[in-house]
């Protein structure tokens, strides 16, 4: 009787009286080759850019009896691996380059895609290829609930967004510089400006026109800012280019002056200070018109005068001055500033 193969593992299944004096050597190659293949196996897969069919023999060491497949090569685009369509169980890593998944299916029935540089329990059941394990559920990837994103691919050079149970979105880079905003509600690639100030902020600029979203504010000009600690206000009626420009001082002074003299006054005897006299003169004797003179006599006469108070007429008059003084430049430098308000 001649001999046979196994449907799954393709081990020789020798018939009664076939093999005359090699049964040793098939028995060793089934049991210590194929196996051994089959059940600790690992072999590389090398992929082109193309579906690869898994080569599969009887009887002797094949692609397709191996445990482990490490899929590489360079893939542009999802490729099939094409194990035999027989009940087995492999475990299968894509490690290919070029981003894309690959999909174990059989010449017929379905398949699953192995996301890249994913490694993944397969096994066909005799007519399809699933996951095991739970991993991957009817072909598709891991979903978000299991700790997945629920996409084969993720969008290059982008920011992922969680989504709740839904797969991620994404948030292209958009123009160049620009930055991740928030609207208060999800994320926006935006240009860098007035986008990080709150509506209704307000600020100075140094241009004439205002950036970007932000709208100018027309009620003040002419005017200098002023620093406090508490509440703002404004106030003030001098325009800032008049206040400080170049000054010359000029004027009038009101005086009030004294000027005059005082006026002559006869004082009268009460007034002057009390006061006598001495009187002085010669001592004579003789009789007729002999007389001689002998020595001198004097005498003091009675005081006179009170001390009273007196006065003295004055006059005087107000009168008025001028001044002028030197140019006084208060002509500071200054910069223009413009005050915008965020739309």
């Known amino acids: 009787m001649a001999s046979t193969y196994s449907p799954s593992l393709k081990l020789t299944l020798m018939g009664d009286g076939d093999q005359a004096g090699l049964w040793g050597q098939t028995t060793n190659t089934n049991l210590g080759t194929l196996l051994e293949q089959a059940i600790t196996g690992v072999t590389s897969i090398v992929m082109s850019n193309a579906n690869y069919t898994l080569i599969s023999l009887n009887g002797v060491t094949d692609e397709a009896r191996n445990a482990v497949l490490v899929v590489t090569g360079v893939n542009n685009a999802v490729r099939d ?5 027989v ?3 492999y475990i299968i890593a894509n490690n290919t380059t070029g981003g894309y998944g690959i999909r174990v299916i059989g010449a017929t029935g379905t398949g699953i895609t192995i996301p890249n540089g994913a490694t993944q329990i397969v096994y066909c059941d005799g007519t399809n290829f699933v996951a095991a394990g739970g991993a991957f559920v009817n072909g598709t990837v891991l979903g ?6 629920g996409l084969s691919t993720l969008t290059a050079n982008s920011v992922m967004l969680g989504n709740g149970t839904s797969s991620p979105t994404f948030v292209a880079p958009g123009t160049a510089g620009n930055i991740l905003t928030s609207n208060g509600t999800t994320w926006a690639s935006a240009a860098i400006g007035g986008d990080g100030f709150a509506s209704g ?3 100075a600029f140094n241009q004439t026109n205002a950036p970007t979203g932000w709208t100018k504010s027309t009620s003040v000009d002419d005017a200098a800012f002023r ?5 703002v206000s404004s106030g003030g009626s001098v325009n800032f280019t008049t206040a400080f420009a170049s000054q010359t001082p000029t004027g009038s002074i009101s005086i009030s002056s004294i000027s005059g003299s005082a006026g002559a006054t006869t004082l009268s005897t009460p007034q002057i200070p009390s006061h006598s006299h001495t009187i ?5 004797s003789g009789t007729g ?4 003179r002998t020595g001198s006599a004097s005498a003091t006469t009675n005081s006179t005068g009170g001390g009273d108070s007196h006065t003295h007429p004055f006059s005087f008059s107000s009168g008025s001055a001028t001044f002028t003084g030197n140019a006084i ?3 500071v430098k200054y910069v223009d500033l413009i005050i915008a308000q965020k739309n």
Do not use: D, F, W
Not at 81 to 85: D, F, H, K, S, T
Not at 227 to 231: D, Q, R
Not at 280 to 284: C, E, L, P, Q, S
């Open 81 to 85: 691996l094409i194990p035999p369509v």
């Open 329 to 331: 430049n208060l002509a």
């Open 289 to 292: 018109v002999q007389t001689e």
């Open 87 to 89: 009940k087995k169980l």
């Open 201 to 203: 902020t307000r600020m």
């Open 280 to 284: 002085t003169g010669g001592a004579y």
């Open 227 to 231: 620093l406090v600690s508490g509440s």
């Open 144 to 149: 978000v609930t299991s700790g997945g994103t």
